[in-house]
Structures are given as C-alpha cells and as structure tokens.
T-cell receptor
Framework: NAGVMQNPRHLVRRRGQEARLRCSPM?????VYWYRQLPEEGLKFMVY????????ESGMPKERFSAEFPKEGPSILRIQQVVRGDSAAYFC??????????FGQGTRLTVV | RKEVEQDPGPFNVPEGATVAFNCTYS??????FFWYRQDCRKEPKLLMS???SGNEDGRFTAQLNRASQYISLLIRDSKLSDSATYLC???????????FGTGTRLQVTL
C-alpha cells in the first residue's frame, strides 16, 4: 500500500503564475487535509476535504486559493497569481476515518 | 487563545535524560489526541495516539488529562535520534478536523 503521494516535490513559479499541487491519498482513505508550513514555523491547517466535498476551509486564504477532491483522481490545491509570501512547504495528509492522519512528503513551492 | 498550544523550546538535553513536553488545547469537545514527530524539512509522522488511560510505547509515554485539557509526552533515556520537533495534534468536532500545535523542538546532545 503506497503512502500518501504528493507531486511535484519541488515547484518553482514566477510571481503571477498559477501553482497546482497534487495529492493522492492512501488507498481506502477518503479524508484529505492540506497544511502549509512557512520556514521556521509550525503547520497551519488550510482545508479538510472528503470526496467531492469541502468540509472545512477555515484556514484557506479568501482569495487566490482553492482546493478540490474529486470523485476520481487526486486532491488538488490550486494557488492563482502566486506571490512571494506563498513560498512554503505544502503538506497533504489522508485519513481513513477522520482521526489519525498520514502525511505525504510535501511540495516545496518557491515563488521567484 | 490558540486551539493547541505548545512550548516551542528548544529543549536541549543530554543523551540518557528524561524529557517531558506538555500541550494544552482549548476545545473541551476535542475527541482524539496524537503526538507526531517532524524531522527537519520532512513530513510529520505519527508517533503515538493518546488515550484517556495513558499509553506507553517503549521509551515514550503519553498522558491525557481531560479535566485540565492537556496532553503530555515523556521520553525516557533520550537518544541522539530523538532530536526532532514534536507536534501535539487534537481532533475536534464531527468532521474531526485535526489541529496541530506549532511543535516543541528537542535537541539531544552527547
């Protein structure tokens, strides 16, 4: 059983471009979380999704950020018109039962 | 007040020492509790779940105090390889959103 797969592992974008981060949960996991970690800071919750539903997006910035978890395929975190402050590590976690979660290796986004 | 609070540290301890971390949470309706470990620039990994009765896994002991709303992690006989950031995690609500503390950094030295 493969773990949580995130890709790309590293992503470089110029200011104003779009960033798409993908997360394939572990097999059988229907709960997905996205977290952001700024350098030297802790993990900050962004969004919690179940298949085709956003359950809690209280940690998502109001603009430019969106997330989805379609019936088929990976969960996508999309950042439009990226700015330097979006540079961070973005971690996805999946869970079978909305309790303990397992993390992917993260996507490190660098905005230049 | 933060939902989950931890002392950021760092805790610098010699090899073989016993070290304890505490974590407090604000939502009394919280239902699930965990300790995760995060090594530098890596993903967090589940260390152990925390049960009301307390639980032990080798050198690690976790305790939950619901009345005072805090969780503790005790590490005995610290090893160099225990150096990491320890994250307190609380699950709350019917959707069981997991909320992470900012972590406590442990540095074990010779």
């Amino acid at each position: 059983n493969a773990g949580v797969m995130q890709n790309p592992r590293h992503l470089v974008r110029r200011r104003g471009q779009e960033a798409r981060l993908r997360c394939s949960p572990m097999k059988g996991h229907s709960h997905v979380y996205w977290y952001r970690q700024l350098p030297e800071e802790g993990l900050k919750f962004m969004v919690y999704l179940q298949k085709e539903n956003i359950i809690d997006e209280s940690g998502m910035p109001k603009e430019r950020f969106s997330a989805e978890f379609p019936k088929e395929g990976p969960s996508i975190l999309r950042i439009q018109q990226v700015v330097r402050g979006d540079s961070a590590a973005y971690f996805c976690a999946s869970s079978p039962s909305a309790f303990e979660a397992f993390f992917g290796q993260g996507t490190r986004l660098t905005v230049v | 007040r933060k939902e989950v609070e931890q002392d950021p540290g760092p805790f610098n301890v010699p090899e073989g020492a016993t070290v304890a971390f505490n974590c407090t949470y604000s939502n009394s309706a919280s239902q699930s509790f965990f300790w995760y470990r995060q090594d530098c620039r890596k993903e967090p990994k589940l260390l152990m779940s925390v049960y009301s009765s307390g639980n032990e896994d080798g050198r690690f002991t976790a305790q939950l105090n619901r009345a005072s709303q805090y969780i503790s992690l005790l590490i005995r006989d610290s090893k160099l390889s225990d150096s990491a950031t320890y994250l307190c995690v609380v699950g709350t609500g019917t959707a069981s959103k997991l909320t992470f503390g900012t972590g406590t950094r442990l540095q074990v030295t010779l």
